[in-house]
Each structure stands twice: as structure tokens, then as C-alpha cells.
């Protein structure tokens, strides 16, 4: 086949940007399956989008029109099939997007008839600990977001042996791996913290928020992670690691927030002193661990100087 790999044409523009947005889900399913599985069927997408037999088969003359040379029928098979020039024009090559929805299957979050998927391969996924979030926590949380409201809440905390009653304004929600939080101004500690939504045992009362999110240094200041093969590591070992992080001259540079560096880092034991474990166990090596020290210490303290105008916001 052509240059499969390269990046799509845009949707937008020429003889795409007409189209309705359930049509183009359909030609995104054809090209998909072509991409993918090497074939389609119009029993695919009749299946898929429930739609007659006569509609899969415009839709295939929409595509052959749209994108021509890209496929062709294969009266033996029968099947379609991709030609070999053909390329991308409304599939947006994700092939991590594909892994994800794998996952997905295996954790029972989504069917397969809610994906495109049509060959799926015996799947092994280290099952996750999921953390129990409530689902009228969540709302609430949302809801204030959204509003612009503070909370009260009871929280149980890891350094309080019994629950307290606090004030939060939450602003934002983040992952780091493991389990979501509220990242939230915290009236009763004076400062931007993180809430692990499993902990909410309980919402009381909401009120106008008092409190400018945009003082959150570390949530709203970019940071750029310098990642290596540990340097202890044998050369074949650190050139397999930089095959798997797609590294350029054996670093790879990774923009995330100072906020979410610290979880990263953390996720990754990069936090730890290199002598701490056997290279193989660690394999990477944060080369600007100085760097996002001071820039962690920077910004929370640009944060606390803040905290006197947040309350009187």
C-alpha cells in the first residue's frame, strides 16, 4: 500500500467539509476497517450504524468518489479491500487511540459494538485498582466546576485519623494513573491542594467561589521533562529503551504542567536517587530533576504569595 502512516487530509476542506457528520463516521468506519483489518463489508457498517443495505452501498460509492484508487472489491473474497496506493483521507491515524479502546474492552468500560473494532486479538491487561468514586460526588464536583462554587466537604485525608469538614473550590480534575482527583483551592489549609475523589465521604452546602484558579502556579506553568536510559543500563538496553519512547540522541522531551511532572515523575521513579534501585528496575534517568525541583519550589511559592488576594477575591 502508499504512504499509510502519513497524516490525514483535513476534513474541513475541498469535498469533505460538506458532509454531514453521520456520514463522515461512516466513511471514518470504512477507512478504519481498511486501515486496521485489511477489509469491509457492507454487513460491517450495516451492523455497525444500523442503517439498510442500500445506504452501505452509497456510502461505499461516497468513498470510492471521495477518496478514488484507495479500494477496490475483491469478487473472491468478497470483500473490499485496499488498493496498494492507498492513504489515509479520513481516518486520523491513532494508534494509541486503538490500545486504549483494547483496554477498554478487557475492563468491561465499553462494548465492542460502541467501537469500530472489528479483529480483536487475545488481550492480557494488567487489571487496574480501581478506586471507588461516588457518582453523586462526581456531580456535585462537576456542578461547582461548572459554577464556579465552593463546597463544603467531608474528607478523609491520609495525615487526619478521622474525617474533617472543609471548605474547597474546585477547578479542575486530573489523573495520575492510579486514581482522579479535584485539584481545588482548600480554604482551611490556605492553599492549592489535591482531593482524591474516593475520600469525599460527603457534600453539604455550595457558595460563590472567592477564589481565582489562575493563581495556581503549578497547574497553569508549562514544564518540559529531559528523559534518558539510565546511563548505568548495558547500550543495548538503553537502545531498546529509546526505541520505546521514540527518543531523538537518546532523550525524550515530554511538555506537560509542573503540576502533573511531579505525578509523572513519580509514576516513572524518576523521583527517587538513582542509587536507590538497580538500573533495571528504574531504566529511565530524569536529566533536569534539578530543574523541576526549583521550578516546583518557584511556583508554590508564587502560589502562597497569592493566598491573601485568592481569599478576597
Not at 28 to 48: A, K
Not at 135 to 158: D, F, H, P, T, V
Not at 185 to 201: K, M
Not at 215 to 232: G, S
Amino acid at each position: 500500500m502508499g504512504d499509510i502512516g502519513r497524516a490525514p487530509r483535513d476534513g474541513n476542506d475541498g469535498a469533505f467539509g460538506g458532509l454531514p457528520w453521520s456520514v463522515r463516521q461512516r466513511l471514518d468506519f470504512i477507512e478504519f476497517r481498511l486501515f486496521w483489518d485489511g477489509r469491509v463489508n457492507r454487513s460491517d457498517l450495516r451492523d455497525r450504524f444500523k442503517i439498510s443495505t442500500p445506504q452501505a452501498t452509497t456510502d461505499f460509492a461516497r468513498y470510492a468518489e471521495l477518496a478514488p484508487g484507495n479500494i477496490r472489491y475483491d469478487g473472491v473474497e468478497r470483500t473490499y479491500v485496499p488498493t496498494e496506493s492507498f492513504e489515509l483521507h479520513f481516518y486520523r491515524l491513532s494508534p494509541e487511540r486503538l490500545l486504549l479502546q483494547y483496554q477498554a474492552l478487557v475492563e468491561n468500560l465499553i462494548k465492542k459494538v460502541d467501537t469500530f473494532i472489528g479483529f480483536k486479538p487475545d488481550l492480557g491487561i494488567v487489571p487496574s485498582l480501581n478506586r471507588n468514586v461516588n457518582a453523586g460526588c462526581l456531580k456535585r464536583i462537576l456542578n461547582a466546576i461548572e459554577a464556579k462554587n465552593a463546597l463544603e466537604i467531608r474528607y478523609q485525608s491520609l495525615s487526619s485519623p478521622e474525617p474533617a469538614m472543609r471548605w474547597i473550590t474546585p477547578y479542575a480534575l486530573a489523573y495520575d494513573g492510579f486514581r482522579w482527583h479535584a485539584r481545588a483551592w482548600c480554604a482551611h489549609r490556605q492553599a492549592f491542594r489535591d482531593f482524591v475523589l474516593a475520600r469525599i465521604l460527603d457534600i453539604g452546602e455550595s457558595r460563590p467561589a472567592r477564589v481565582d484558579p489562575t493563581y495556581d502556579t503549578e497547574w497553569n506553568t508549562e514544564f518540559t521533562l529531559r528523559i534518558a536510559p539510565h546511563p548505568k543500563l548495558p547500550p543495548s538496553h538503553r537502545a531498546a529503551i529509546a526505541l520505546d519512547y521514540g527518543m531523538q540522541g537518546g532523550v525524550v522531551e515530554f511538555k506537560t504542567t509542573i503540576y502533573l511532572a511531579w505525578y509523572l515523575t513519580r509514576r516513572l521513579l524518576l523521583d527517587l536517587d538513582t542509587d536507590d534501585l538497580p538500573p533495571e528496575r528504574l531504566q529511565l534517568q530524569l536529566l533536569n530533576r534539578d530543574e523541576l525541583i526549583a521550578a516546583q519550589v518557584e511556583a508554590r511559592g508564587r502560589s502562597a504569595a497569592h493566598t491573601a488576594i485568592a481569599e478576597q477575591a
